[in-house]
């Protein structure tokens, strides 16, 4: 459930051979980056679809995001290597028009989005991202504004048990957010290993089955950096950006990503809309996307034997139309928020 799902095997972008991105094939061939033109790299991370993207056409350029700090320091040495192919800007994929605009780019021919934290931001353990190697309690992708810690040791119950089961997807989210006011009254959560121990004793795991902390970790991640958020405002924002013709690409890792992505397309294409013979026809906006893929591509069994990390990856595509970009669905930006649920009682504890 981490997204970006990068694992052992390939070069990092002037680093390590730590990173090979999911579907990378699928995602250059979906993108149609043969073609040539300039592309929209969202989520650059490692460098991975950024480079094979360069690799597809002499004449392809990019503009690559990302939010971390780290990774746009990581990047310098592929900027070098590409030459004026590539510019690497530090931002935020729901902004990803407004940042294309400024590079002097009033439309381009695809966007890529790979959703979620990246291996590198698990596998430092000072960025707070994972339980399984013992850190300081962060998780911000940008490295400022609130952390993992100030919502676990500031936010209320009800506040908690709905980022845990609304965005973590955990059905003991109630029992977990009541065990962690009990705890922090005691001493505040500074450390992943002081959450993922509570965790860990309520929660049972089941042979073979994911660690108990997975879940609460997802959701406070997801709370902490927006990320439904600027996930439904990226949607929105490619839509703007796109030449005609030109084509989205997205892969999620988790239902709760996958969700928004459908519903756009499903929306954007026009498969939402129609009448029934008890309810009549309603006006339908005409479609700024065309369906690429019919249901999602997911990885082979030879990819998730090399990419473990892969078997929860889903690709979805669209090409762009002719038709106006429309305003924001009410209804996607809707499937971003965190719902209010929880009994709110007031105040924090």
């Given at each position: 459930m981490m997204g970006r799902g990068d694992g052992p095997g390939a070069g990092a972008a002037g680093g390590p051979n730590r990173h090979v991105p999911v579907l990378l094939e699928e995602v250059c061939e979906t993108l149609d980056a043969k073609r040539g033109g300039t592309f929209i790299d969202g989520t650059f991370g490692a460098g991975g679809y950024t480079r094979a993207i360069l690799d597809s056409n002499p004449r392809n350029a990019v503009i690559a995001i990302d939010r971390d700090p780290d990774a746009i320091a990581g990047g310098a040495a592929l900027v070098a290597k590409a030459k004026r192919r590539l510019t690497l800007v530090a931002g935020r994929f729901g902004d990803l028009d407004t940042?294309?605009?400024?590079?002097?780019?009033?439309?381009?021919?695809?966007?890529?989005?790979?959703?979620?934290?990246?291996?590198?931001?698990?596998?430092?353990?000072?960025?707070?991202?994972?339980?399984?190697?013992?850190?300081?309690?962060?998780?911000?992708?940008?490295?400022?504004?609130?952390?993992?810690?100030?919502?676990?040791?500031?936010?209320?119950?009800?506040?908690?048990?709905?980022?845990?089961?609304?965005?973590?997807?955990?059905?003991?989210?109630?029992?977990?957010?009541?065990?962690?006011?009990?705890?922090?009254?005691?001493?505040?959560?500074?450390?992943?290993?002081?959450?993922?121990?509570?965790?860990?004793?309520?929660?049972?795991?089941?042979?073979?089955?994911?660690?108990?902390?997975?879940?609460?970790?997802?959701?406070?991640?997801?709370?902490?950096?927006?990320?439904?958020?600027?996930?439904?405002?990226a949607l929105h924002a490619a839509e703007r950006a796109l030449n005609p013709g030109g084509r989205l690409v997205v892969v999620t890792f988790h239902s709760l990503e996958d969700r928004i992505v459908k519903q756009f397309f499903a929306a954007r294409t026009g498969r939402a809309a129609g009448g029934s013979r008890h309810m009549p026809t309603t006006f339908v906006p005409e479609a700024t996307f065309e369906a690429i893929t019919r249901g999602p591509i997911v990885a082979g069994d030879l990819e998730i034997s090399r990419n473990p990390r892969a078997r929860s990856a889903k690709l979805r595509a669209g090409a762009r139309t002719e038709a106006e970009a429309q305003e924001p669905l009410s209804a996607i930006m809707m499937l971003a928020e965190l719902p209010q649920t929880a009994e709110k009682r007031g105040g924090r504890r």
């Open positions: 940042i294309a605009m400024s590079e002097g780019f009033e439309r381009v021919d695809g966007v890529v989005l790979d959703i979620g934290v990246s291996s590198m931001q698990l596998d430092e353990a000072e960025r707070g991202f994972s339980f399984r190697n013992d850190g300081p309690l962060d998780m911000r992708m940008e490295r400022v504004g609130p952390s993992a810690a100030d919502l676990i040791n500031e936010s209320t119950e009800a506040e908690l048990a709905d980022i845990f089961y609304h965005y973590g997807e955990e059905r003991r989210a109630r029992a977990v957010a009541r065990a962690v006011i009990e705890a922090r009254r005691r001493q505040p959560f500074e450390t992943t290993k002081q959450l993922a121990e509570l965790v860990a004793s309520l929660i049972w795991q089941e042979p073979g089955g994911i660690h108990p902390a997975t879940r609460v970790f997802q959701g406070l991640r997801i709370a902490v950096n927006d990320e439904l958020g600027e996930l439904a405002r």
